[in-house]
């Protein structure tokens, strides 16, 4: 916590540097906001209250017509970045406005990184012995333990994860102590062996690139970073004797290698590449060291039709060996931790996921055993009571919030250990009983964004919650979208221009909504909804203000999409064994048929039903069209990169538009694609994306705007608590 004498100092910092000497607006601005960032004054920062307080406009102040606190908000944000980049460099509180409201975002910066590791050994060693020798608190019931970690909440389908945060700070009332308190988005877990270090990854709060830190609890040191690449760092792991730490590099958006690094000198080893289906960044992949030493576990893809699954590294000579088999047209293995005694192995298999166990023969010798299945999610796994139990965090309870559950090895029914103020995952246990677990608040808001340089971002509605995957209706004047701002993830309309949108659903807390489309003449809207591990196709009227359920599968229908008419909805669906596209009666007077089409996501009719375009993905992000008419193929557009967005298309305007990112997940490039001519150009470039499968983009009907999802706030803490 960032105490209110440090953030007056270093604001008196920044506005008496010379960054911002000569600017007397411009600090009033900056002053006005920090000033106003504490408790119930955050909601005055609204426009039009900045307006009239420091720039003297009259309440009747119109901010359509007159720009000046986005004039100055921008120059402030730039003159931000300025003073960090130069005589701000090392200051240990940072100060930003964050794009798309005026609230400050104030936390201390992390320390630049150590390369001389020579003293580690005796610094472990004093570590060891004043942890050891400091009081240990009460041991409590299980049912009001648990502390540690924010991280991230993501709940996906095969393509990554999906937030499931309540934007909220937790009770204190637990006496949870805090276990640090640093900028950026924590994730990755994991004590050593002794107990005395704990190693995690942090996303810089400015670059957004993930790096490996230790941190030794209780000591007053700074954390200390392991390395200086330039590219995304996670997962770390220790070695049985906390010589060595191994993390994943990610080398681009799919592939990625194992580092150890050894302590004392700094020396590193290389295993991989390895590849993925998610997004290194976004999904990390699984990374554990077994108790000898001898191997490391991790996941890789064999191709991309096949689903990942886990492997076992030989450390000596970095032969790899699969532990599992996952079915085919799943997701895969994701995550995984070695037991205490080496002999079996936790995993999670599938998007949103449920717990295994397998031993480290391999499912070659003998299957995995299922412990969950109602596919509530996996989102990190530990070890307790020697091997006996496994940690895990779920979303299975009654508030729409993930937490830390238990379950026996053997299988049984999971048990809450976590309290309910906190969205829980990731834990991490060490040998002592000490529990670390992730707490995440995330906020992000629907951003209207012009294709015309110069002109500002601005805020479609204001959110406390998650808003993402929009969708504009085609005649322009409704945008639906999933949000959270109810409670739990439900689907909302809103009026372009208008103050507040409106709730459309209601279903149980526990639903996830997906991949929203509109019908061709703006009156209903077509959606997936994912409950107890199936996903269906849901039509809401506008008309008639009702909802009717489309498809019934116990499998999963997703990414539905409208046909030039409106007679039919194509949609995603792997009934058959392999996700391909099929089509059904939007009416329901007939059965659904496939069109033999492989795809999950990233296709759409076009507006003359002449054609379906298909996204498809690899080394590069490619665009192709079927004739509907014959099934004849042709390319139409092609280039290096990623699909940034789990809605991967866009038509308007007689245009394809779809959004590629390279490396870095957080930023996008709008491509502009003629289908006829084959033409394609760059129209506009979004930065500060939330991750992956918050996101979303659709274009205005004329071409000239976008709608996307852009973060508000992103913050978390660890806590730590006794655990038996």
């Known amino acids: 916590m960032v105490q209110q004498r440090d953030i007056d100092a270093q604001l008196r910092r920044i506005v ?38 420091v720039f003297n406009r009259s309440p009747d102040y119109n901010p359509k017509s007159d720009p000046i606190v986005r004039v100055h908000a921008r120059r402030v944000r730039e003159k931000l970045d300025q003073y960090y980049s130069t005589e701000g460099n090392d200051d240990p509180i940072r100060i930003d406005i964050p794009k798309g409201g005026y609230v400050p975002l104030i936390s201390r910066r992390l320390p630049s990184g150590k390369t001389d590791f020579s003293d580690w050994e005796e610094q472990r060693g004093a ?17 009001k333990i648990l502390a540690l970690i924010l991280t991230i909440l993501l709940g996906g389908l095969g393509v990554g994860w999906m937030f499931r945060s309540r934007a909220t700070t937790p009770s204190r009332a637990h006496g949870l102590p805090q276990q640090l308190s640093i900028p950026g988005r924590l994730s990755d877990p994991s004590w050593s062996h002794n107990g005395s270090q704990l190693a995690f990854a942090v996303a810089d709060d400015v670059t ?35 010589r060595r730490v ?17 302590l004392k000198d700094g020396t590193t080893r290389s295993f991989g590449p390895f590849n993925t289906t998610a997004y290194v960044t976004e999904e990390h992949p699984a990374l554990d060291w077994s108790p000898d030493g001898s191997l490391l576990l991790s996941t890789e893809q064999m191709s991309p039709s096949s689903p990942m699954r886990l492997v076992l590294l030989s450390v000596a000579n970095g032969e790899r060996v699969a532990l599992t088999s996952p079915p085919t047209g799943s997701t895969g293995d994701i995550d995984g931790k070695f037991s205490p005694d080496g002999k079996w192995v936790a995993f999670r298999r599938g998007g949103l996921g449920d717990l295994y166990v397998v031993s480290i023969q391999g499912e070659h010798e003998r299957p995995a055993s299922r412990l969950t299945f109602d596919m509530r999610g996996v989102r990190g796994i530990a070890w307790s009571d020697g091997g006996r139990t496994i940690l895990f965090g779920t979303n299975r309870g009654l508030a729409n919030s993930f937490g830390i559950w238990k379950i026996p090895m053997t299988g049984g029914t999971p048990q809450e250990v976590s309290p309910p103020e906190f969205d829980a995952v990731e834990p991490a246990l060490s040998r002592s009983g000490r529990l670390v677990f992730a707490h995440r608040d995330l906020v992000t808001a629907l951003m209207i964004h012009s294709m015309k ?20 209706s085609p005649d322009g004047r409704l945008v639906a979208f999933v949000s959270t701002r109810g409670g739990s993830e439900q689907l909302w309309l809103g009026r372009v221009g208008d103050a507040a949108p409106r709730q459309v659903t209601h279903f149980q807390p526990h639903g996830l909504i997906l991949f929203s489309a509109w019908s061709p003449d703006s009156s209903s809207v077509a959606f997936s909804f994912r409950e107890d591990a199936a996903t269906n196709i849901y039509i809401y009227s506008l008309v008639t203000d009702s909802l009717r359920q489309v498809t019934a599968t116990h499998n999963r ?28 009666r939007a009416d329901g007077s007939e059965h659904a048929e496939p069109m033999f089409w492989e795809a999950v996501t990233g296709y759409l009719p076009s507006s003359d039903g002449k054609w379906m375009y ?7 992000v490619s665009l192709v069209r079927i004739n509907l008419q014959d099934g004849t193929s042709e390319s139409v557009f092609q280039t290096t990169g990623s699909p940034s967005f789990a809605s991967d298309i866009v038509m308007a305007n007689g245009f394809a538009y779809v959004a590629v990112s390279t490396n870095d997940c957080s930023q996008a490039d709008i491509y502009q694609i003629s289908p006829d001519s084959k033409t394609a150009k760059v129209v506009t470039h979004l930065t500060d994306l939330p ?22 706030r992103n913050t978390s803490s660890f806590y730590s608590e006794a655990f038996k």
């Open 557 to 584: 229908d997703i990414a539905p999409v409208f046909g030039a008419d409106g007679k039919y909805i194509y949609y995603s669906s792997n009934d058959d064994g392999t996700s391909r596209i099929w089509r059904v």
């Open 127 to 143: 570590s060891a012995v004043a942890i050891a020798n400091q009081p240990q608190p009460p041991v409590r019931r299980a049912s």
């Open 16 to 53: 008496t540097s010379p960054t911002f000497s000569g600017s007397p607006r411009s600090i009033q601005f900056l002053r006005f906001c920090v000033h106003h960032s504490a408790g119930t004054k955050a909601l005055e920062l609204k426009e039009t209250t900045i307006a009239v307080e």
């Open 614 to 620: 298909l996204v498809g993905t690899g080394p590069s």
């Open 208 to 242: 957004g690139i993930t790096h490996v830190y230790i941190d030794t609890p209780g000591s007053g040191s700074a954390p200390i970073r392991l390395s200086h690449d330039d590219h995304a760092e996670m997962r770390p792991v220790w070695s049985p004797d906390d």
């Open 246 to 262: 191994a993390f994943l590099r990610s080398l681009d958006l799919s592939r990625f290698e194992i580092v150890c690094l050894t």
């Open 453 to 472: 340089p110069g002109v500002p971002d601005r805020a479609l509605f204001a959110s406390n919650a998650i808003d993402k995957a929009p969708a504009l």
């Open 691 to 712: 991750p992956l499968e918050v996101s979303g983009f659709t274009i205005s009907p004329d071409g000239e705007s976008l709608i996307t999802t852009r973060t508000v």
